[in-house]
């Protein structure tokens, strides 16, 4: 998606190690008119689909979710990274190793909210090692029903992630993938 | 705001302790066409106001913020909960008790997405002990920004977050606001 991926030239900020900053627009600062674009790019090209339900990990996926939800006029639910008073007892989990916090974490869903019926498209802003979609895969599943496809905002394309759940499968449609980056030479698109 | 007090009313869970669960739309499930009604009622509220930056914290607050910024047509911002390695050095804090998790944490949001030129609409989805809500005030005005108001999707009113902060000269304004609830007697609004 060229919207993105020029805003990714000119506002993002690579660092060593791996890390791409977006933080001024994609998941810090949020420019909803920019999700809204990509929201309409993702209805785009899972129309016809039959998505019923978005599902997203929070935090910064939650609000491209919000937006994609919109756009397909159904219900987003986002994935909690812990257990709080405020969940139901009866929830689908899945452990996940973070790639940008380190450690792992577990991912959780209220039974109540995904069902065997459900077409869910997973909405996320970055793919990397593919971790953290692994996961919410792994909850769609534990609730027999379908992955539609991932959305993914920037797919890191130097890492196994996105060729790992390709293979497996599952339909992986990511808005800027990056071949390459690094502090001195900058970023390049596949 | 009707259609939220009867969403409440309807499909809220009062449990013991003071607790609210509403994940079924509100905060864990997102009915973003809900949200949009909502964002729509804070525009129609804060218009006018110049507001020119919605500003939430994370996570439950990002989907109602990201409607709300695509009604003022702003971007928003979210306070993060923890440092992470792709947050900038030069940030915001405060210090924040949970009534939900309990215990404290520190809230951030990097110096880079607050100005003082900056009129801020803050949102969340809970007011309560206003804990998290005087946490955002501070950091607005740690940046030497314009708080313009809150806007908050369910007030517990019978709990001090909201008279305080209004004490204080901070305009609030809550969609729905609750003026007693238990698990035998159900849902009082004001």
Redesign the interface.
């Given at each position: 998606m060229r919207l993105l991926e020029e805003r990714i030239a000119k506002d993002g900020i690579v660092k060593a190690g791996g890390?791409l900053?977006v933080?001024?627009?994609l998941?810090?600062?949020?420019?909803?008119?920019l999700?809204?674009e990509m929201a309409k790019e993702f209805y785009r090209l899972y129309e016809g689909c039959g998505v019923n339900k978005i599902l997203t990990i929070?935090?910064s996926g939650?609000?491209i979710?919000?937006?994609t939800?919109?756009a397909f006029?159904c219900?987003?639910?986002?994935a909690?990274k812990s257990r709080?008073?405020?969940?139901?007892d009866d929830v689908y989990t899945a452990r996940v190793k973070s790639f940008?916090?380190g450690g792992e974490c577990d991912i959780m869903?209220?039974k109540?909210?995904l069902h065997p019926e459900d077409r869910v498209l997973i909405i996320d802003d970055f793919l990397a090692n593919g971790e953290a979609l692994a996961g919410l895969i792994k909850l769609v599943r534990d609730a027999g029903a379908t992955v539609v496809g991932a959305g993914i905002a920037i797919e890191k394309a130097f890492q196994p992630g996105g060729e790992r759940i390709r293979s497996s499968g599952v339909r992986v449609e990511s808005l800027a993938r990056i071949k390459s980056m690094s502090p001195e030479g900058g970023i390049e698109f596949c």
């Open positions: 890390v900053r933080d001024s627009f998941n810090h600062q949020m420019d909803v008119t999700y809204e929070e935090a939650i609000g979710a919000c937006l939800a919109w006029g219900p987003a639910v986002f909690k709080t008073s405020n969940l139901a940008t916090h869903v209220s109540d909210y």
